[in-house]
């Protein structure tokens, strides 16, 4: 599957910052990740201080999938309200969900600054913005319901947003905790101190073709050139291609789109201390980078395939262009 564009930023930004060979002799782990991403890079560094012997492969180049577009704004707020999502699942599961984001924000933080990692991690304000004036009632709820359970919210009126972040809105939630980061420096660094410090073996363009399990543990992964990989634990981290190895429809997916503008020497202090989304549907998302460029996604269609996202490119650069200026004329 092409997971995105031809031109994504952190690629541009940063190029190819090191490169692994192809897979080209039999090899033994006791864990295959399969998906060098960000996600498999995290997976690699845990099994790796774990003990175990990892090895890590992607089709592509490393970090090439989504992780080279994503905007990565770091949130503990998922796409369900918490409100909602107590609703779905119950209340004592929704809480652990919005209180384990938190969690994992300061576990990636501790990992960046305990490995020295530059990556442009820093923290932010998270500011949920109403839209509209009949999304400000639900909000305040949900902005309620964060409260009682401890987490680290404040509720701004329409009047407070616009003082403090020269943005117009009906009001919203602000959280303390989130984040921004280049998740595809990230997702480089932590495989190179892996490979330095734990011998964590690493193979790009390899592609497993088949799987073959054995009663024994002993499972046998091939690649396309007739090589083999034997391993006791397997880990997809493949991202948005999850639903490939599945074989099953566990997901409908979207595209979303994003524009970064040229670096704005006089960026206003409020847009780098702070990450931004907004309730309209599909959502808009704001964040700055560490060379002060503003980063603005959303624009969210159903996937049909890559020709027709990317033929949308234009007009959905026009679309964020607009919706951008609105709120922040």
């Not at 109403?130 to 309620?144: L, N, P, Q, R, Y």
């Not at 602000?174 to 595809?184: H, K, N, R």
């Not at 959905?316 to 607009?322: D, N, S």
């Amino acid at each position: 599957m092409d997971t995105r564009s031809h031109e994504p930023y952190w690629l541009l930004k940063n190029g190819i910052l090191e490169t692994f060979p192809s897979l080209q002799k039999p090899i033994i782990c006791d864990a295959l990740i399969v998906g060098a991403g960000v996600t498999g890079a995290l997976m690699a560094y845990q099994l790796c201080k774990e003990g175990y012997r990892v090895a890590l492969v992607d089709k592509r180049d490393l970090a090439f999938g989504s992780t080279s577009a994503t905007t990565a704004l770091l949130q503990y707020e998922i796409d369900e309200p918490l409100k909602t999502l107590s609703k779905k699942m119950g209340e004592s599961p929704a809480h652990a969900a919005y209180k384990e984001g938190v969690v994992a924000i300061r576990k990636l933080e501790k990992i960046v600054k305990d490995l020295n990692i530059q990556c442009g991690y820093a923290r932010k304000k998270s500011v949920y913005l109403a839209h509209s004036e009949s999304d400000v009632g639900w909000m305040k709820d949900e902005f309620e319901a964060r409260d009682t359970i401890g987490l680290p919210v404040k509720w701004l009126s329409k009047n407070e947003i616009e003082e403090k972040y020269e943005i117009i809105s009906e009001g919203g939630i602000e959280s303390s905790v989130g984040a921004s980061i280049d998740a595809f420096r990230l997702a480089y660094e932590l495989v190179s101190y892996c490979q330095k410090k734990f011998q964590l073996q690493v193979y790009d363009h390899t592609e497993i073709t088949t799987i073959t399990y054995q009663e024994d543990r002993q499972h046998t992964a091939h690649v396309y050139n007739d090589m083999t990989i034997t391993f006791t634990h397997l880990i997809y981290a493949t991202g948005y291609e999850a639903r490939i190895p599945t074989r099953k429809k566990v997901v409908d997916l979207i595209s979303t789109y994003a524009i970064a503008t040229e670096p704005i020497p006089n960026l206003p202090q409020s847009f780098k201390d702070a990450i931004f989304w907004d309730t309209q549907r599909p959502h808009l998302y704001i964040r700055s980078t560490d060379d002060h460029r503003l980063l603005v996604g959303g624009g969210d269609e159903k996937f049909k395939n890559a020709v027709r996202r990317d033929r949308l490119l234009e007009k959905k650069e026009g679309l964020l262009y607009r919706q951008f200026k609105s709120l922040c004329p």
